[in-house]
C-alpha cells in the first residue's frame, strides 16, 4: 500500500516562510513523479508545483512562482515545498501527490496524502 505523508504546515504571518515535507513509504515510488497542489474552503483543488522524479523536470503555478520552490531527496524518497514571502491568499490545505507522470491536473494523480494546513495571517 503506497502512503504519501506531508507535514509542515501551520500558521504564519505574511511575508514568512514554510517548508512542507511530504514522505512516501509502502510501495516504492521511485518511478513516480510529484506534485503538489492546494485546497482553499470552497475551493477546487489548484495545482501549485510539480517535479520529475527521474528527469528532475520543475513547474510552478503561476502564482507562486519566484517564491516557492520545489525539490527532492532521492534517498529519502521525499520531496519538499520550500515557501517563501507567504501571503494569505496561500492559506489552504496542501496536498502531495503522485503520479507515474506528473502533470498540472489533480485527477491524474491516483495516490494522496493526507494534506497539511497551511495559515497565512495578515
Known amino acids: 500500500q503506497v502512503q504519501l505523508v506531508e507535514s509542515g504546515g501551520g500558521l504564519v504571518q505574511a511575508g514568512g516562510s514554510l517548508r512542507l515535507s511530504c514522505a512516501a513509504s509502502?510501495?516504492?515510488?521511485?518511478?513516480?513523479?510529484r506534485g503538489w497542489f492546494r485546497q482553499a474552503p470552497g475551493q477546487e483543488r489548484e495545482f501549485v508545483a510539480l517535479?520529475?522524479?527521474?528527469?528532475?523536470?520543475?513547474d510552478y503555478a503561476n502564482s507562486v512562482k519566484g517564491r516557492f520552490t520545489i525539490s527532492k531527496d532521492n534517498a529519502m524518497k521525499s520531496v519538499y515545498l520550500q515557501m517563501d514571502s507567504l501571503e494569505p491568499e496561500d492559506t489552504a490545505v496542501y496536498y502531495c501527490?503522485?503520479?507515474?507522470?506528473?502533470?498540472?491536473?489533480?485527477?491524474?494523480?491516483?495516490?494522496w496524502g493526507q494534506g497539511t494546513q497551511v495559515t497565512v495571517s495578515s
Open positions: 517535479i520529475g522524479w527521474t528527469s528532475g523536470s520543475i
Open positions: 509502502g510501495r516504492s515510488l521511485s518511478s513516480y513523479d
Open positions: 501527490a503522485a503520479a507515474l507522470k506528473a502533470t498540472t491536473t489533480a485527477i491524474e494523480y491516483p495516490f
